[in-house]
Each structure stands twice: as C-alpha cells, then as structure tokens.
C-alpha cells in the first residue's frame, strides 16, 4: 500500500515563500515521476510541477515558472515544493502525486497515487 502526505500548507501574504513537502510510505522504491498539481474553489485540478527520479529533469507550469522549485531527496522519500513570490491566484489545495513511469508528466491520468492535500492560501 502507498500512501502520500503533504505537509506545509498555510496562509501567507502576497509576495511571501512556503515550501510544501510530501512524504512517501509502503511500496516507494519504483516511484519514478512525481508531481505537485492544484485546485482552486470551482476549478478543475491543473497540474504545476513534475519531476523525474533522478531529480534531473523537472517541467512546470507556465503560471508558476520563475517562482516555483520541485525537488526531491530519494533517500527521504520525500518530494518538496518550494513557493515564491506567491499571488492570490496561487491559493488551492495543492496535491502530490506519484507514478512508477519514468517520463515526467503534466496530465493527471499518468499518476497512479495521490495525497490528501493541503491547503495554501495567499492573503493580498
């Protein structure tokens, strides 16, 4: 069984940082890609960032380029995601994900396992 916790959620005023962290239990050793996505209230989840196993390649959205940094400590099993600069329009439930496939991936359907969430609110 996997399962997949994040953590580091909060209320931050515009133009504050927030690190999110997601810790990985049960059958971790084959996670090959993992990724952050988000939903906002009304709106459909969209991804944000992904990273592959190695740490090596990483891919974000256009919104969150620039500001955003996904990382990972393998050893750990633990996948970070560090927010700057953060907008009132970066407010959601941020989820991490993760899949045994190797290639990093944007789309929702190329993750098998899936956290809870946590909530990240910007203030302005």
């Known amino acids: 069984q996997v399962q997949l916790v994040e953590s580091g959620g909060g209320l931050v005023q515009t133009g504050g940082s927030l690190r999110l962290s997601c810790g990985a239990s049960?059958?971790?050793?084959?996670?090959?890609?993992m990724g952050w996505f988000r939903q906002a209230p009304g709106n459909e989840r969209e991804f944000v960032a992904a990273?592959?196993?190695?740490?090596?390649?990483?891919y974000y959205a256009d919104s969150v380029k620039g500001r955003f940094t996904i990382s990972r400590e393998s050893a750990k099993n633990t996948m970070y995601l560090q927010m700057s600069a953060l907008k009132p329009e970066d407010t959601a439930v941020y989820y991490c994900?993760?899949?045994?496939?190797?290639?990093?991936?944007?789309?929702?359907?190329?993750?098998?396992?899936w956290g809870q969430g946590t909530q990240v609110t910007v203030s302005s």
């Open positions: 994900a993760a899949d045994d496939f190797a290639l990093v991936s944007a789309k929702e359907t190329g993750y098998e396992h």
């Open positions: 049960g059958r971790t050793f084959s996670f090959s890609r």
């Open positions: 990273i592959s196993r190695s740490g090596a390649i990483t």
